[in-house]
């Protein structure tokens, strides 16, 4: 798997791929059947099969004041897609003159010119292009004066609905958690590096490894059973608080899992926190044994939901 992008050349043995064009933030079911489609078809005549994904988001463009959204980092969508099959994902990076670009130039352009696809497969309602002009219809008629073919996938349904980032988003901001899994089909994620804290953790018997949330979407503030992938591959169970500590003055919003029977320091190192359960509102206590109490109970729960996932 090979990280490509749309300012610099493309490596020849990469031309003439079949390209899964989207956002795929999340990368979930549907988006999972419009990546499958593109690499059968480039198995099928011997391509290279590249995703090709937009960042920033172009909301984040359009929106700059929008609450944080992202499901997934550029990096974990890129190890999502590797373990898809795909030979290499394309980072389109989204800026001003890419927004304004009519549909057909960019057509041209960025599939055509910069990539030399031959193939290019987007969901049923993929748009493009100044003012979303483009379609995969237009996909088609403009690439097809270029030797480009175009595919569409239709959605992926369940018994509720399409399934959409925007009901995963809805999910978790719900703390569900486990719909949140089913339709990523692996549960959400948040990675990100550790950093100090106040060490109150610490102090009362339950250290935390303090992670600062980005341009991630906020679940529903509270606690979760949690596991978290260390650098070294190990995926280790706790419970972890989400959010901004009414405990402390001044708060602060942190992402803060206490793993379970764990005494290593994790300072300034990528870790990775599974959400698997909800397990109760974030809430301030009238004292602090109170709340070591409280997390105790959480820690113990946490135990039972967990055991045999880590």
């Not at 031959?118 to 309602?125: K, L, S």
């Not at 237009?138 to 925007?166: C, K, M, N, Q, Y």
């Amino acid at each position: 798997m090979i990280r490509l992008d749309n300012l610099t050349p493309i490596p020849e043995s990469m031309r003439g791929a079949i390209v899964a064009l989207g956002n795929f933030d999340g990368f979930h079911q549907g988006h999972q059947a419009v990546v499958g489609e593109a690499i059968r078809w480039a198995r099928a005549e011997g391509r290279p099969a590249i995703v090709a994904t937009f960042d920033p988001h172009p909301v984040r463009l359009f929106q700059p004041d929008a609450e944080p959204f992202r499901l997934t980092t550029l990096e974990q969508r890129e190890e999502l897609f590797a373990a898809a099959g795909a030979d290499a994902m394309l980072v389109l990076h989204f800026d001003r003159a890419m927004a304004t670009m009519g549909a057909a130039e960019w057509v041209e352009k960025e599939l055509v010119g910069h990539l030399g696809a031959t193939g290019v497969v987007t969901g049923e309602d993929f748009t493009f292009g100044r003012g979303r002009s483009g379609n995969p219809q237009v996909l088609s008629e403009v690439g097809g004066r270029f030797g480009l073919s175009g595919r569409t996938v239709g959605p992926v349904s369940d018994a509720e609905g399409v399934i959409s980032s925007s009901r995963i988003r809805e999910a978790l901001k719900a703390g569900d958690c486990e719909t949140a899994a089913r339709l990523l089909t692996r549960p959400f994620a948040i990675r990100g590096v550790v950093q100090h804290g106040d060490k109150l953790g610490r102090e009362i018997g339950f250290p935390t490894a303090n992670i600062d949330m980005a341009a991630y979407l906020r679940p529903h503030y509270g606690v979760y059973a949690v596991t978290s992938r260390l650098a070294d591959g190990r995926e280790l169970p706790g419970a972890a608080n989400l959010g901004v500590r009414p405990q402390i003055d001044p708060p602060k919003e942190l992402l803060e899992p206490h793993i379970f029977d764990f005494s290593e320091e994790l300072y300034d190192q990528e870790i990775e926190v599974v959400f698997h359960h909800f397990l109760r509102p974030e809430g301030k206590f009238d004292s602090l044994a109170a709340l070591t109490a409280q997390i105790a109970a959480d820690c113990i729960k946490a135990r039972a939901l967990l055991a045999g996932v880590a």
